[in-house]
């Protein structure tokens, strides 16, 4: 299984699971950002995370994490009970739209934009939407981890974008704050950020 990356990018998310779930993998940074590439990522639009697995394919970072956790089915971290998975989902569902939107919306601002360029209220809008956003991340029932009590893949998916919001300015509450911590020391997150970052 071959996974290509980029540092600091969603590419981490897949090397997470795959690092959750103790699988082999290689990992090849992709020159994504180079017009002449030495290494050209094999996603149809340029991009990564992009997986190979043998004869399959996979481009996009969820249908990659999916179909991980699928092939490596029995593992907590994406469980086959449909209930579970289903509250699984809705937050996974809830992290790339609601919240990760504005975050990704904002953050491209504050990258790529020279600040002289920027719209004040097109800035003052995405992180209005992404304060709104961050407060509603939160569990239901004061569960360890936000679909319950078991670490899962929503908590990848859910952790990393706070982590985007954060780098944003937009003020993470104490009990974020310790959400990411305590997701952060999780040596898989450690071995996974090193790959992704190298």
Not at 25 to 53: M, N, Q, W
Request: contains cysteine.
């Amino acid at each position: 299984m071959v996974i290509y990356t980029y540092p600091k990018s969603r590419s981490l998310r897949v090397l997470w699971t795959l690092e959750e779930l103790g699988v082999n993998y290689e990992s090849i940074k992709a020159d994504i950002l180079c017009e002449t590439p030495a290494v050209a990522s094999p996603h149809p639009r340029g991009k990564v995370p992009f997986l190979v697995d043998g004869d399959v394919s996979v481009c996009e970072t969820l249908a990659i994490c999916t179909y991980i956790c699928e092939k490596y089915a029995g593992s907590t971290l994406y469980p086959t009970d449909p209930a579970r998975r289903a509250a699984i989902n809705s937050w996974i569902s809830f992290a790339l739209t609601d919240l990760e939107s504005p975050v990704w919306n904002l953050l491209k601002q504050l990258l790529f934009v020279p600040e002289a360029q920027r719209a004040a209220p097109l800035l003052e809008y995405f992180r209005a939407g992404a304060t709104q956003a961050v407060a509603m991340a939160t569990p239901a029932h004061h569960t360890p981890w936000i679909a319950g009590d078991d670490f899962t893949l929503a908590d990848i998916f859910m952790t990393h974008t706070l982590l985007w919001a954060k780098l944003c300015g937009i003020a993470l509450g104490e009990q974020h704050e310790d959400y990411l911590t305590r997701a952060f020391a999780r040596p898989a997150f450690l071995s996974a950020q090193q790959r992704n970052n190298q």
